[in-house]
């Protein structure tokens, strides 16, 4: 790699660093872990692009209610794994809403990352 290459990186690192998204994305107790309403698990496909997002006791809710929950998850994943934040979610015909099932008192959604 390039000394060029090497100079942006460290830049970009250090800029990333100072602006607090590294303790977003990746934890560390920071504020915005506590402003979610609801915690959320990843669970990946046989393609790593394809996964799912459980939302934890969201039991009796909306898919409005847990939808900022739901992207966050699925930004974290899509961002750390490919590099972009961009997914696509599973519509329902029904609502043209985001697909979901429960199972007892979580909500799991389906969706796909699509950075390259």
Known sequence: MSLKRWIIL???ALIVSGCGVR??????GGQSDRALPYRTTISKGEDRRDFSVRVVRAGGVTV????????FGATRYCLTTFG???ARWAISPQTGDWAFTRDGQDMIFQARCTAR
């Open 64 to 71: 409005d209610d847990v939808r900022e929950s739901a992207r």
């Open 23 to 28: 303790e977003r994305l990746f934890g560390g």
């Open 84 to 86: 972009g934040a961009d």
């Open 10 to 12: 460290g830049s970009i």
